[in-house]
Nanobody
Framework: QVRLVESGGGLVQAGGSLRLSCAAS????????MGWFRQAPGKEREFVAA????????LYADSVKGRITISRDNNKNTEYLQMNNPKPEDTAVYYC???????????????????WGQGTQVAVSS
């Protein structure tokens, strides 16, 4: 069982910056591909970004490319989501997720991830 705890959400102005963190309670953090998803009110949960177990491979949704960076620190069992120049349409609850996978294929479908955090709210004001 892996427990994921997100932090860093809040209110940010459009054009500002925000960094989300996700701490994992496992000694085998580097056995997991990690991802970020988000869900806005009335919408389905959607893929934002994913990162391979080593951090060497990343994948982004087209809507966030160039504005959001995913990273991880395996020594701290933590993944991050750096949001630069956020837009009001980025407003959502952001969830981190873990997929037990040491391969190079990154997944972007929610059902492929075994563990989820409780989510952290991000609100972007215009």
């Amino acid at each position: 069982q892996v427990r994921l705890v997100e932090s860093g959400g809040g209110l940010v102005q459009a054009g500002g910056s925000l960094r989300l963190s996700c701490a994992a309670s496992t000694v085998t953090f580097d056995f997991y591909t990690m991802g970020w998803f988000r869900q806005a009110p009335g919408k389905e949960r959607e893929f934002v970004a994913a990162i391979s177990w080593s951090g060497g491979i990343t994948l982004y949704a087209d809507s966030v490319k160039g504005r959001i960076t995913i990273s991880r620190d395996n020594n701290k069992n933590t993944e991050y989501l750096q949001m630069n120049n956020p837009k009001p349409e980025d407003t959502a609850v952001y969830y981190c997720a873990a997929d037990y996978c040491r391969g190079t294929r990154l997944r972007y479908v929610p059902r492929d991830y075994e563990y989820w955090g409780q989510g952290t709210q991000v609100a972007v004001s215009s």
